[in-house]
Structures are given as structure tokens and as C-alpha cells.
């Protein structure tokens, strides 16, 4: 993720999740996904979200938790404004880091396998944001 989002606002990350060597991997393949979203600095799990069951096929969707994962597995997650908070407000950096971890585990015919994704969130300061406006 490049751009900062800003804080207590809602924000769209989407990821093609695949196998070792780049095998497609479809959503019906997979046993487990998991998320755990924390801050980088304190690393304190952010909304409550430490290894959260993102998988959830049941009702004839495959995702849930604010993610939704396509047939050809293409990740989709939506993440909150409390998904987006700054965990330290006495910290006076414009941008806080915090990590999504996407945990994955699949079987596409050769065993269970497991999979990581990672991916840094920039989430910037609503206050710095409005002080920019000023100058």
C-alpha cells in the first residue's frame, strides 16, 4: 500500500493471494485465512484483530470479517475506521505504520500448504492533515 490513509477513515486493499510457485490458487481451495492487523512501533493488535477468522464460507460467500475473496482467489478487504486509528496519540510523527498479516492455508491437490501475506499501512494523523490545509 503506497498511499497513506487517513486516519479513522475507511480504506479498499486488495491482493492476489497464490501458492509457492505462483499457483492459482481458487477460493474453494482454501482451509484457513486469517488476518492480524498491528502497530508497528508498539505492535498492539489493532481493532481487535489477532489471527481473525477471514475466511467464513458459510451462507454461499467465501469471506467475511470485511473481506471478500473471489473464485480466483483475489482478496478484497475493506477495512474500517477502527482499522485506521492512531494507536499512540502521543506520538507526534505525521504517519503512523501499522502491518496487516494475511495467513493462509490451502490444498490444491498436492497436500496442505500455507501462505503469507504482509503489507504496511501508512496511516497519516487527521491533525496533520488539517494543518496541511492552513499552510
Known sequence: MTDAVLEGETSVYSVQL???AAQVIANTDFTVITLT??????HSVINSRTEQDILDIGGGSIGGNNVVISPTALLT???QALDNIIVDPTDTV???WHRAIFRFEFDIGAGAEVGLHEVRIPVKRAFQSFL???T
Open 77 to 79: 478487504w475493506t477495512a
Open 94 to 96: 505525521t504517519i503512523e
Open 132 to 134: 496541511q490545509t492552513l
Open 18 to 20: 497464490e501458492g509457492p
Open 37 to 42: 492487523l498491528v502497530d508497528e512501533v508498539t
